[in-house]
């Protein structure tokens, strides 16, 4: 009676399969496409990013801010090599008039705001002294001095950055915490990792704010 009923059930699955072939082999190919991604995709579910927390020393407002962390969160028009060759950044390429008084930026195509915008020429905001700044078209600016200064291009290599401080870097601003008029304490987010900038009044303070573990890194505060 037993072996009847085994008998049976065998026959019903082999005429199931016969008929439903395609359905259990698509099925089965899926299954094990499924695994495979599963353990590829697994490790990144959760994973948490590391959070760098660093401190640094002084009074600051947005605007003054040490350049190594301003070029975290943007770019500036142009940039410096270490030798103070100036090359492009924002800007590919410009021109220089014959009296030196004038600049044409031209800028590089496909470079975006963090929001996802390409970066027009009306949004590069540089508040220089005694500098008539145009605007030409969506990719050129115009600077025009009154006196020919050839180290010009060194004062547009500050980054730049349009409301809420949203700029073009690697490392998006997210959030700033002040203390009264000078900045206490700025979130940034990466790809890899996030960075948490704690400013302190002075070195001591820093120090021992390093000690008790409240930040990981003391980078000196001189580099800017």
Not at 8 to 22: D, Q, Y
Not at 94 to 115: C, H, M, P, R
């Amino acid at each position: 009676m037993l072996f009847k009923k085994l008998k049976l059930s065998l026959l019903i699955t082999v005429a199931f399969l016969k008929r439903e072939k395609k359905i259990v082999f698509f099925s089965s190919v899926a299954g094990i496409a499924l695994f495979f991604l599963v353990i590829k995709v697994f490790p990144y579910l959760h994973r948490t990013k590391m959070t760098q927390k660093i401190g640094m020393v002084g009074n600051y407002n947005f605007n003054d801010l040490p350049l190594s962390i301003l070029t975290l969160a943007s770019i500036s028009l142009v940039k410096i090599d270490e030798d103070g060759t100036f090359l492009p950044s924002l800007a590919s390429k410009w021109e220089v008039s014959e009296d030196g008084k004038t600049y044409l930026f031209y800028l590089a195509d496909n470079i975006y705001w963090q929001d996802g915008k390409e970066i027009t020429a009306d949004e590069i905001k540089y508040d220089l002294p005694e500098v008539k700044n145009e605007v030409i078209n969506k990719k050129t600016l115009k600077f025009t001095l009154k006196e020919p200064f050839t180290p010009f291009p060194t004062l547009l290599s500050h980054p730049v950055f349009k409301k809420d401080y949203l700029g073009a870097g690697k490392y998006q601003i997210k959030k700033i915490e002040k203390n009264g008029s000078f900045i206490n304490k700025i979130f940034l987010t990466g790809p890899d990792k996030n960075l948490f900038f704690k400013f302190y009044p002075t070195q001591t303070t820093a120090f021992l704010a390093f000690k008790l573990g409240e930040i990981d890194e003391l980078p000196s505060f001189y580099q800017n």
